[in-house]
């Protein structure tokens, strides 16, 4: 079983950053696949950012303003998110492919106030 522990949420004007961390902890082998996710009140959950060995990849709307990385010594990956706009507003979500399973973690919430 692995569990995945995020940080980093908070309140924060708009144009100011913050960094969230998600950690793994468990049985774990491989993590193939690191990301972030987001879920605003009353919409669907969506994709932010990616990161694999060698690639990333962001939804259009944080390109520029986001980075994911990943420490692999730490099983953690992070999100800098820079240049905060009202609209970045929901709960985060970190996600992981480890071995051949996939897992997320409970979600920290990002408010950026206009």
């Known amino acids: 079983q692995v569990q995945l522990v995020e940080s980093g949420g908070g309140l924060v004007q708009a144009g100011g950053s913050l960094r969230l961390s998600c950690a793994a902890a468990g049985s774990i082998s491989s993590i193939n696949r690191m990301a972030w996710y987001r879920q605003a009140p009353g919409k669907q959950r969506e994709f932010v950012a990616l990161v694999t060995s060698g690639t990333t990849n962001y939804r259009d709307s944080v390109k520029g303003r986001f980075t994911i990385s990943r420490d692999n010594a730490k099983n953690t990956v992070y999100l800098q998110m820079n240049s905060l706009k009202p609209e970045d507003t929901g709960v985060y979500y970190c996600?992981?492919?480890?071995?051949?399973?996939?897992?997320w973690g409970q979600g920290t919430q990002v408010t950026v106030s206009s």
């Open positions: 996600n992981m492919f480890v071995g051949l399973n996939d897992y």
